[in-house]
């Protein structure tokens, strides 16, 4: 019961975030939806917050799991895009009235697993020491994480996506290049 009842809290809460800002939602909001009293609700979470970080963490969790592996940079930025065209709303409604360094910590831990993910797939059956490996999905991953920052600063803005793609080129040039001079 406790299971699904923590289920129905994040639930009610992302549906919440879908129909206004996150600084706009209170605990007695999510209670109210939810069915369930203030006792309970702490039960689960310290505060709204708490809660947001689980439901963050969560959903990064759920995005890795489905795709454990990632084979190419135009994969990489593909499920990227998607997920984020599909939580839109609600990805605004977080980053825009929160302390930004939740969210920033998220987008960075997500797109360090997809570099890491995807350098260790290209590489797999070369020989590249680890220093070199490191340094580039340190520059890739810092890449990607600067892609999200600007176009979240741009509201998602569909348009940016697009120029943003014939970007990735270069990061496919740079990342062949790197491989190719660096494995023995």
């Not at 990805?91 to 910590?105: A, F, P, Q, T, V």
């Not at 260790?120 to 059956?125: C, E």
């Not at 999905?137 to 509201?155: A, E, H, P, T, V």
């Amino acid at each position: 019961m406790a299971n699904f009842t923590k289920k129905a809290i994040k639930d009610t809460f992302i549906t919440l975030l879908k129909e206004k800002p996150f600084n706009q939602i209170t605990v007695k909001d999510i209670v109210d939806e939810c069915g369930v009293n203030r006792n309970t609700f702490y039960y689960h979470y310290e505060d709204i917050n708490d809660l947001l970080e689980n439901v963050i963490t969560e959903e990064t969790d759920i995005l890795i799991k489905n795709y454990p592996t990632i084979d190419s940079i135009d994969m990489a930025v593909e499920v990227a895009i998607k997920y984020v065209l599909e939580n839109k709303k609600t990805i605004l409604n977080i980053y825009n009235h929160i302390d930004k360094n939740i969210y920033e910590r998220f987008i960075m831990d997500t797109c360090e697993y997809t570099v890491r993910t995807l350098i260790n797939s290209i590489t797999k059956n070369m020989n590249i020491n680890e220093k070199d490996k490191k340094f580039l999905i340190s520059f890739i991953k810092c890449q990607f994480f600067g892609f999200c920052i600007d176009w979240l600063s741009r509201n998602l803005d569909e348009e940016y996506v697009k120029e943003y793609v014939t970007y990735t080129k270069i990061s496919k040039e740079i990342l062949l290049e790197f491989i190719s001079k660096h494995s023995n």
